[in-house]
DNA sequence: CACAAATCGAGAGCAGTGCTCTTGTTTTGC
DNA sequence: GCAAAACAAGAGCACTGCTCTCGATTTGTG
């Protein structure tokens, strides 16, 4: 065995301690996360995790952007697994399933993301890449369908005030996109991670008897909704 | 001063103690909430809370259960102070406009109750009464509009499995639903939960300017979705 | 090559947590 | 009046995040 040079080492040991942190997230969720846990398998006294992550809320941004980045991908190799690139409906139903997948696979890593944030804790900007290609995803589609001229059904006139609110993803868009598109797909982003949340949270619990058939149900209104089917 | 007698005491202690917790509660959130802290502050060593609450985890289950129902007569009041009671519309509105602004001024009672579940708690049935309440809100207006013959604009076919899954909620249920609008129906309650969660978790941060007008919008046009307006 | 500087792991320690058990006191109900 | 129940206090256990110090090892440089 080769004699690992400072460099190598502090990677691997980085790498190895993201990895069981990773494993204990999956195992016992953010809140109950210790860093002494994971010192003890990584086989390191707990002071000398500190080396490598000034705190225990820098080892969560870690596992917070690999999580975005684990969706991110699964997302995108859902939509890029669509074959017909036209069928928007399809890839919008493919995406929604590839964040609940995702989501159910990982409900701890999920509720990391998406339900409350831990305490004291600040997410710092480099989490917003990773975080934005989920987002990106339905804006590109959106993007596409008002690129072909869908029509937007049922669609309300969109306030001043609102008008203005979107300022912010218009900046962000290289397509422009009209307002009460905008407006419908916002919607459809907040009914799927709305939907997310109250299932995997439990508040479904005795309502909604099989949550496979409902989220079908409601992604295909959605299609319906966003114009796309 | 009147000598108290024990079960006044024991009543009043019980009192003290989730007072200070609910505050401790808006102040720190769930996750660090402490009940040592909360025995300082109300003259008590720690060790004698256990004589009131049995473990933490059944404080917080009393702080669950009070806010659920602060927000549920939040949401009734908003209700009832809708002068025509045939505004559909502005009732769910009204409903909707009361759930976001109790949860915008007790952010952590909302992280609490719709965030990621506290690890190792597990919400006993005596939740449900008063959780049931803000739905419940939801539910009684679906109902009228379906008395009234509402139609449901752009239905989609309801699948036979989201018929089948729908049979928790038609159980509980007075007057009969038709399968159409109660997805309709909850589709806007995932829309409205969904939109509060990622307003108030961070997640519309820089990307929407104007969370009262986007929510406004949303509202109005869940409104139509619904066949109300 | 030598040597100072930077890096690293280990250990002790601090302040905090939930929770249990014991001990002495006070109130209750028979 | 007295045994029984309820109670507050305190000590203690195992755990947490984090800081500091102390040697040992590896680095880059004169």
């Given at each position: 065995m080769p004699p690992k040079s400072r460099a190598e080492n502090r990677a691997e040991q980085t790498r190895a301690i993201q990895v069981t942190g990773r494993r204990h997230l999956a195992e016992v969720g953010p809140a109950a996360l210790s860093l002494r846990a994971i010192a003890r398998e990584v086989g390191?006294?707990?002071?000398?995790v500190y080396r490598y992550f000034p705190s225990r809320d820098d080892l969560l941004t870690a596992l917070i952007i690999e999580a975005y980045d684990e969706l991110g991908d699964a997302v995108e190799t859902a939509d890029a697994?669509?074959?017909?690139?036209?069928d928007l409906a399809g890839r919008f139903i493919a995406v929604g399933n590839a964040i609940r997948d995702w989501a159910r696979a990982n409900p701890h890593e999920y509720a990391l993301l998406?339900?409350?944030?831990?305490?004291g804790y600040a997410a710092p900007d480099t989490t917003i890449p990773s975080a934005a290609r989920i987002s990106g995803a339905f804006l590109t589609l959106a993007q596409l369908s008002g690129q072909r001229g869908d029509a937007v059904p049922q669609a309300r006139p969109v306030s001043a005030q609102e008008r203005q609110a979107l300022g912010g993803i218009r900046q962000a868009l290289d397509v422009p996109l009209d307002d009460e598109r905008t407006v419908r797909w916002l919607i459809a982003w907040s009914t799927v991670f709305g939907h997310l949340s109250l299932e995997l949270f439990g508040h479904m619990y005795r309502g909604i008897l099989d949550y496979d058939a409902h989220f079908a149900q409601v992604t295909g209104q959605l299609t319906a909704d966003l114009g796309l089917a």
């Open positions: 390191l006294v707990s002071s000398a697994g669509v074959r017909d690139r036209d998406y339900g409350s944030p831990v305490p």
